[in-house]
């Protein structure tokens, strides 16, 4: 046999090994797709209607209905102990495939710490996707006294900020930036939803921090300024003068827990299911996930909500969940000091 001979041989091999692979892909996810019709699919939202979660659940969910043919997709939201409860049920869940569920990245701090009330371990959810990497804001209501965040820094009196609950992330990066930035900040859990929003405009409280795509009614209302951003780096219209937090001066322990916070942000608005969902109807999911959030349709509609979409999926997500974790030492003892607190 030729030495040219033998090279096509081996491309030969290549090509059918190659497409032959390709074929096994689309079939270990056709069956499952084929599985979901006319079947139920619980998307569990960890957290009351009408807020960015649940925003993004609904538009995702109706979606998800065209790229698993002949399905339903309802939305059943678990509010609770700061997500926590929401995402002990999805965890605790049947892994067939026919429920899925979003919750607050915040966790990532909870489990970090080792938080009462958690039942599951998110290295070992299964995987969809993540819909946006997140701008996080700090605001300070309308009638607030504070015009900057040098202000905010340099307040005598605590500034009581809401929070959805302890665990949720608007209540862990409260604490953990009061930490790095030396800042008098006191979260006040309890205000699930839209609940903290209402709260700064009766003015029961004057400050917050939150997802930008969940506070854009307020600040296109001019109910209230945003002094700082922080989280993903990509600025919307409307924030170009406004302090990245990465700006601030701040000391190299304050620095690393900034990174933190600003990694975790990156992981906005996940989709996970159950562990153990089988390999092939996993694979359905994710595929159903993608093809939903690169429809054009879908991207009108995210668009004309203001929903951010930024997408990843399936190990991509788990990998950055499992890089957030996995915290040096030092780190998860500081960490467990500032949010026992």
Not at 267 to 285: C, D, H, K, M, S
Not at 292 to 308: I, S, Y
Request: aromatic share 8%; glycine share 10%; hydrophobic share 40%.
């Amino acid at each position: 046999m030729g030495k040219q001979t033998k090279i096509y041989i081996i491309i030969l091999v290549f090509v059918l090994y190659f497409f032959g692979m390709q074929g096994v892909t689309k079939a270990a996810v056709q069956p499952d797709l084929n599985f979901y019709k006319g079947k139920l699919v619980t998307y569990i939202v960890a957290t009351k209607p009408g807020g960015g979660y649940d925003t993004y659940a609904r538009l995702i969910g109706k979606y998800l209905q065209k790229y698993l043919p002949g399905s339903t997709v309802i939305i059943n939201n678990v509010p609770g102990a700061g997500h926590i409860i929401g995402a002990n049920t999805l965890y605790k869940a049947a892994p067939d495939g026919l429920t899925i569920g979003t919750f607050n990245t915040g966790l990532i701090y909870s489990q970090i710490v080792g938080q009462e009330g958690i039942q599951f371990d998110l290295r070992k959810f299964s995987w969809i996707g993540k819909a946006s990497s997140e701008t996080r804001v700090f605001i300070v209501g309308a009638k607030a006294p504070y015009r900057t965040f040098k202000d905010i820094l340099e307040s005598k009196e605590p500034i009581k900020m809401p929070s959805s609950g302890v665990g949720s992330q608007d209540h862990n990066e409260t604490m953990i930036l009061a930490y790095a930035l030396g800042a008098k900040f006191q979260p006040v859990p309890g205000y699930a939803g839209k609940e903290g929003e209402m709260a700064i405009i009766r003015g029961e409280v004057p400050a917050t921090i939150g997802s930008y795509t969940g506070l854009i009614g307020m600040i296109k209302a001019k109910e209230c300024r945003v002094l700082l951003q922080f989280g993903a780096k990509r600025t919307h219209a409307g924030l170009e003068n406004v302090p990245h937090i990465s700006e601030l001066k701040v000391s190299p322990t304050g620095k690393a827990l900034i990174n933190l916070v600003n990694n975790v942000d990156l992981i906005g608005r996940l989709t996970a299911a159950p562990p153990n969902v089988p390999v092939a109807r996993l694979e359905a999911l994710r595929y159903a996930y993608k093809k939903t959030l690169t429809d054009p349709d879908f991207r009108k509609e995210a668009e004309k909500l203001g929903l951010d979409i930024d997408p990843a999926y399936g190990d991509e997500v788990k990998k950055m969940v499992l890089d957030a974790l996995n915290q040096p030492p030092e780190n998860l003892k500081l960490l467990k000091s500032i949010i026992s607190q």
